[in-house]
DNA sequence: CGATCGTTTGACGGTGCTCAATCACCGTGG
DNA sequence: CCACGGTGATTGAGCACCGTCAAACGATCG
């Protein structure tokens, strides 16, 4: 399990209450007595550490308490696909209970914690726990409805637009925990980008370059800041066609041509 | 003129048993009494036809009973990115009730008849009916899973690659069906398909005629035949990086079974 | 039959992949 | 303190696959 003999971690506790891990879903119990009384096991996972891996059985449901975790998946020939990453309050590993196995693997991005609950325990403590429920039930919904963000990153056919998105996808994300849209600390590699967007590694650092040229971000290694929201985001709504030139400063740089007129990407 | 011979709209009842639609899900309902008792209402939606537009309320989350939907986004700038299909047994419009709006739009591709289960009713036929609370747990589960499915196709650098995924993906749906895993009826259109992949439609028009070239397929408009199951997935593997020693067009008609491929005759 | 849509095929230009080299940043140990 | 190896990030050069535009072809329906 986790290691107990470490001096410095003794001051996380092994056990939450029920009422803080739906406070971090972001679902309020209007029960206190019951979710208070009630615990849950919290998991520490080290940075670069594994939640659990792709193809063993599922104990857990977990949900992030703090940190950031990549959910990946190994392809046949060994390619790593980023499938995406979940940070405060999601769901991980609710894709295994259809047939009890871990279709893909987490692996933390940083220092993180977990609650862990018990798959024998939860459709118990569903059935007793009916804010818990709610819970589980929206942020699913949630989730399924967000699994639309990695097709609407790779859909894009320019790579600056599928960085684009990610950006601002990453952005709004920060928006909805309370803290700043414009300043992105962003976990993970260059290459996990990459793979997430469908690119190569190289190209990412070239579509940051770009954007940065064109005055949308300031980026410092794995610190972003978005300088221009708006323009961010009239460019990453270019699906097909390539990115038309960039209004802001005489085009001293590197202006990208359209040949084709302005008519958008209507296709029908 | 006489209606001696007309099923065509009177056969279609407008409520069904439970029993039949746990049938449908694939779950086994151990108690008939009750859900035989309870009666489901049953829609029916032509070819081509809406069962819900994107930013509509959501009334029902609905179960597939008969055809084939393809769930759809339009993105700002009017692209319409497709991002699955949905046949028998499968649920539709889950990934809406977190906010009781669907980010999604679902299409009939045929004339297709669907259960209706009003969310208002969800939670408390879920906690009076066990099996369908978890039939619904399962199938959801499986679909948060299969939602890496678009990411597996989009990964793929080269679009024939794509392609055989795609077609390798509805061949294990078929035979999760019990039909035939070789014989493919793909009700969408090249530019569905396109979508879906993240490529042009002539490209999938392009990769059909060489994957049939090769030997893998025999494709007949809408009607694929997969020939070669092996080859198909050993091509399919090559995420990165493309297509190794493929035959380059040299006047070599047909070159699927030389060289590299040999290898990969292992069960999977 | 004519119209509309879907599918196929062709040609051209461009962008991103591959292969490299270089630089920046660490933690290690001499 | 600096040399050392390792990882991650950046930059460059060439090439070919795919997107765009265009037109022919085929299917379905009224």
Redesign the pocket.
């Known amino acids: 399990m986790e290691q107990t003999v470490q001096p410095h971690v003794a001051a996380l506790p092994t056990q939450g209450r029920l009422s803080d891990l739906l406070s971090v879903m972001g679902a309020e119990s209007d029960d206190r007595r019951l979710c208070d009384a009630c615990l849950v096991p919290i998991r520490r996972v080290r940075s670069g550490a594994a939640l659990f891996h792709e193809g063993t059985r599922a104990e857990s449901v977990h949900v992030v308490r703090l940190g950031t975790f990549k959910i990946l998946r190994l392809a046949d020939d060994g390619y790593e696909q980023v499938l995406g990453f979940a940070g405060q309050g999601e769901v991980i590993g609710f894709d295994a209970l259809c047939n009890g196995v871990h279709p893909s693997s987490a692996l933390a991005l940083e220092d993180s914690t977990v609650y862990a609950l018990p798959v024998r325990e939860l459709e118990s403590l569903r059935r007793r726990v009916a804010p818990l429920d709610r819970a589980l039930q929206t942020t699913l919904s949630a989730q399924l409805a967000s699994s639309a963000g990695i097709a609407e990153v790779m859909a894009a056919?320019?790579?600056?637009v599928r960085l684009a998105r990610f950006l601002l996808q990453r952005s709004a994300r920060m928006q909805a925990a309370g803290q700043s849209p414009r300043r992105l600390r962003l976990p993970m590699?260059?290459?996990d980008i990459a793979s997430h967007l469908?690119?190569?590694?190289?190209?990412?650092?070239?579509s940051?370059?770009e954007l940065a040229g064109w005055g949308y971000l300031s980026?410092d290694?794995?610190e972003v800041e978005i300088l221009d929201p708006q323009g961010l985001r009239s460019l990453a709504r270019n699906t097909?066609?390539?990115v038309e030139e960039r209004p802001t400063r005489s085009g001293l740089g590197r202006a990208?041509?359209s040949?084709?007129n302005g008519a958008c990407?209507r296709t029908q």
């Open positions: 056919v320019a790579s600056e590699s260059r290459r469908g690119v190569a590694h190289e190209t990412v650092s070239r940051f370059g980026v290694n794995r097909r066609g390539f990208r041509l040949r084709s990407a």
